[in-house]
């Protein structure tokens, strides 16, 4: 076989390869991906707690309206991201970090949405 040969087996691997790793995006490991269900009641938990522990430590008395959209990323736990609706008509991302078989929930972040 001749080296051109050898260089166009190698160039159409080349091609063939990067055409394979451009049809299998899919989301980036250890990254958020979408919940699809918003309104099971276990979403509605982690977002009450939101709330709640929000309201607690900032001595505010905001009441959730609606979970607008949900997140969710598996680490030793998982972390919920939640864009929240409340009752002063803003938007909030909260995370929240849960580890239900430890009995462990702690609010991570709870900010203004853009």
Request: charged share 25%; proline share 4%.
């Amino acid at each position: 076989m001749s080296t051109r040969h050898i260089l166009l087996i190698f160039s159409l691997l080349a091609v063939i390869s990067a055409a394979s790793a451009a049809t299998r995006r899919g989301p980036v490991l250890g990254g958020y991906r979408p919940i699809k269900d918003i309104k099971d009641p276990y979403v509605q938990e982690i977002a009450k707690f939101a709330v709640d522990e929000h309201n607690k430590e900032e001595g505010s008395h905001l009441k959730l309206v609606k979970i607008v959209k949900g997140e969710s990323q598996v680490v030793s736990g998982t972390n919920y991201r939640l864009t929240l609706s409340a009752d002063d008509s803003q938007k909030y991302v909260a995370v929240v970090y849960d580890k239900p078989w430890q009995h462990q929930r702690s609010l991570t972040s709870f900010e203004k949405s853009e």
